[in-house]
């Protein structure tokens, strides 16, 4: 098997592997690294390598392997962080020039969880500067480039967790998602991101963007492949003072399941009124076919959910000013012109208006569950634009707005609104080879049904498997 073959099966494949003893964490970790070498150039994909830890660790999980001794399913695959995640003594930068350069004293609570499974990290990931934007353009650190289309954005903010995976440089990765930045990213790179429910996983170690809507969530090949995830972060973390109490959960229980008892809603509003035809099209295929796999499949009214997306951003301005008021007093001049004037429109929120935006956020989660009542999940397109370019989502110089890509998140700022799960999936590709997102969005805490609906989708589809070619 070459290493191109090797680097792009998904992490159920590479565990079966591995624990057959058919493959060496050791083999995997210096493909892996052979593949960053070979992808930063043109992807841009990595800020920081741990090669000599990520060598050590899968010389240690060889001998661990050997002796019996797995961990888990995780044991011995290589991760990706995006580089607001705290790893013990590194530095995490969030992609400006902003931040204080000190390491961290200690990992982040999903780094520490990760490792205990078994995971080896490969190093920090590329990002919108303070993840506080849906394109992969950073002034700072440098833009992110799509492996299907080296022009487009590999979108935001988690750019680089999506570009790693899609190219084989990582196995799986962690993104952050408060608008949509795991599941834009996914939706552009053709990869598979789901954004937990709100409080699954711990934010602890991870800097804020805005702390009620905040997301750590798996970005990987498949939704089985981050059901595994799921089952090393989730839980409930006493440092986290967001961290739901729940019970021990099997995120993997779903997958394999059959659909004659799912019931699917498809909205009659908002999310395919102003939709790319293409996007719609390929979203409206995978829905018939979920449908001829036994799911039912119902129309649901929900005027009002066209709020969603003003609803998140009405709550994430000013969470973001109150995160960054002490930094940017200090050194606003180190911020890029977007994220500055961004912060700032959100320090002239007036508190009165943030408590407004908190109560109309709490009516749009009881009419969100009073609507999904009978049905069990939602499908909906990930995003209603085809991946603009970068040039087009580049900002002039000075200027706090490009030109175009402003609709990317207005989907999937919906369900951070609410912090139900939503996982994006390929579900085809334009005329033009670029992958196209669907969005399954669950119940509050029935993460493993959204999950399963993947699972089957990717059962008998193989839209998952395709990979970009010609990137090295």
């Excluded at 995978?286 to 709550?315: C, F, H, K, Y």
């Excluded at 001049?333 to 961004?342: C, E, G, I, T």
């Excluded at 200027?399 to 919906?414: K, L, Q, R, W």
Aim: hydrophobic share 45%.
């Amino acid at each position: 098997m070459n290493d191109s073959d090797l680097l792009l099966k998904p992490v159920t494949e590479l565990s079966e592997l591995i624990s057959a003893r058919q493959l060496s964490p050791v083999e995997l970790a210096e493909a892996t690294l052979k593949r960053i070498e070979e992808t930063q150039p043109t992807l841009n994909a990595y800020l920081d390598v741990f090669a000599e830890d990520l060598t050590d660790a899968a010389k240690t999980a060889e001998v661990e392997i050997a002796a019996g001794k797995i961990r888990g399913p995780l044991h011995g695959i290589p991760v990706g962080l995006k580089d607001l995640i705290d790893v013990k003594e590194r530095v995490t930068t969030a992609g400006s020039a902003a931040t204080d350069p000190t390491k961290a004293v200690s990992d982040a609570t999903v780094t520490s969880r990760l490792k205990s499974a078994g995971a080896l990290i490969t190093g920090k990931l590329n990002l919108v500067e303070f993840a506080f934007g849906f394109s992969s353009v950073n002034p700072h650190t440098g833009d992110v480039h799509n492996p299907w289309n080296l022009d487009r954005v590999a979108a935001g903010s988690s750019s680089g967790s999506a570009a790693a995976v899609a190219a084989g440089a990582a196995a799986m990765a962690l993104g952050t998602d408060t608008g949509g930045s795991v599941r834009m990213p996914a939706a552009a790179c053709g990869i598979t991101g789901l954004k937990p429910t709100y409080g699954l996983v711990s934010r602890h170690g991870v800097m804020d963007l805005s702390w009620s809507s905040d997301h750590v969530g798996p970005m990987c090949r498949t939704a089985a492949d981050c059901a595994l995830v799921m089952n090393a972060l989730a839980g409930h973390d006493e440092l986290d003072p967001a961290s739901a109490m729940r019970p021990d959960t099997d995120y993997a229980a779903e997958l394999g399941r059959l659909l004659r008892d799912v019931r699917v809603g498809v909205p009659d509003d908002y999310f395919f009124d102003d939709v790319d035809p293409e996007i719609e099209s390929a979203v409206r295929a995978a829905i018939d076919l979920l449908r001829s796999e036994g799911a039912s499949v119902t129309q649901v009214s929900m005027p009002w959910v066209e709020i969603g997306r003003s609803v998140n951003v009405a709550v994430l301005m000013p969470e973001a000013a109150a995160v960054h008021r002490d930094r940017l007093s200090e050194r606003a001049d180190m911020y890029s012109p977007a994220v500055l004037h961004r912060l700032k429109s959100g320090l002239e929120v007036l508190a009165v208006d943030y408590i407004h935006a908190q109560r109309a956020r709490a009516k749009f989660g009881h009419m969100m569950a009073a609507a999904m009542q009978e049905i069990d999940v939602l499908i909906t397109p990930t995003v209603p634009i085809q991946t603009p370019t970068i040039a087009e989502t580049t900002p002039p110089p000075g200027a706090a707005y490009a030109n175009a890509g402003g609709e990317f998140p207005n989907f999937t700022g919906v369900f951070n609104a609410t912090g139900q799960p939503s996982l994006s999936l390929n579900c085809g590709f334009t005329s033009d080879s670029m992958p196209i997102g669907m969005m399954i969005s669950g119940k509050s805490f029935d993460d493993a049904l959204v999950l399963g609906v993947g699972d089957a989708f990717q059962r008998v589809t193989d839209f998952h498997s395709r990979a970009p070619s010609g990137i090295s």
